[in-house]
T-cell receptor, first 110, second 111 residues
């Protein structure tokens, strides 16, 4: 089956710094989503981005489907950005089965 | 428009017991998927329901079963609970093949 790898596994930043999280996948995908998991466990949608570039405030994402990777950029990080970031992909058009990476744990220090 | 809601939020069960978790899908969504997330891991796909029929299953034993109702809400049932079933159970709804939205999860502890 398809493999999803996220890097780095852990990241510690000072407030105000920028960061880039990477997601590699081993086969072609139909959909890709980025999530932020809050301390209570809920997955918050960040981007639905099977290809191209999107921006939402301080966050942006780029997926290069032909090269099988996606990047999540966080600029001017805040302590509230702390948590686990997951990339998840869907392979196939008649399924919503999300295959998750292992996540990147981000800690932003004040 | 309400989002995805799950109940209960926390649950403690004894090994060997049975449990039912519930999920109300977001308005307009006909697909519900269930995931199990062990501590420190990414969520793992259990199964998906589309228009009341199972539409894909992950690598979970038959004691994990589910239902989807005409209003697209769903239940996850787990029989003969084992200690390793302790996890966060997440429900997601979507139009088939489109962006998925998750509920807040049910944290199950098996003792």
């Amino acid at each position: 089956g398809i493999q999803v790898e996220q890097s780095p596994p852990d990241l510690i930043l000072q407030e105000g710094a920028n960061s880039t999280l990477r997601c590699n996948f081993s086969d072609s995908v139909n959909n890709l989503q980025w999530f932020h998991q809050n301390p209570w466990g809920q997955l918050i949608n960040l981007f639905y981005i099977p290809s191209g570039t999107k921006q939402n405030g301080r966050l942006s994402a780029t997926t290069v489907a032909t090269e099988r990777y996606s990047l999540l950029y966080i600029s001017s990080s805040q302590t509230t950005d702390s948590g686990v970031y997951f990339c998840a992909v869907v392979r196939g058009s008649n399924t919503g089965k999300l295959i998750f990476g292992q996540g990147t744990t981000l800690q932003v220090k004040p | 428009e309400t989002g995805v809601t799950q109940s209960p939020t926390h649950l403690i069960k004894t090994r060997g017991q049975q449990v039912t978790l519930r999920c109300s899908s977001q308005s307009g969504h006909n697909t519900v998927s269930w995931y199990q997330q062990a501590l420190g891991q990414g969520p793992q796909f259990i199964f998906q329901y589309y228009r009341e029929e199972e539409n894909g299953r992950g690598n979970f034993p038959p004691r994990f079963s589910g239902l989807q109702f005409p209003n697209y809400s769903s239940e996850l049932n787990v029989n003969a609970l084992e200690l390793d079933d302790s996890a966060l159970y997440l429900c997601a709804s979507s139009p088939l093949g489109r962006e998925a939205f998750f509920g807040q999860g049910t944290r199950l502890t098996v003792v």
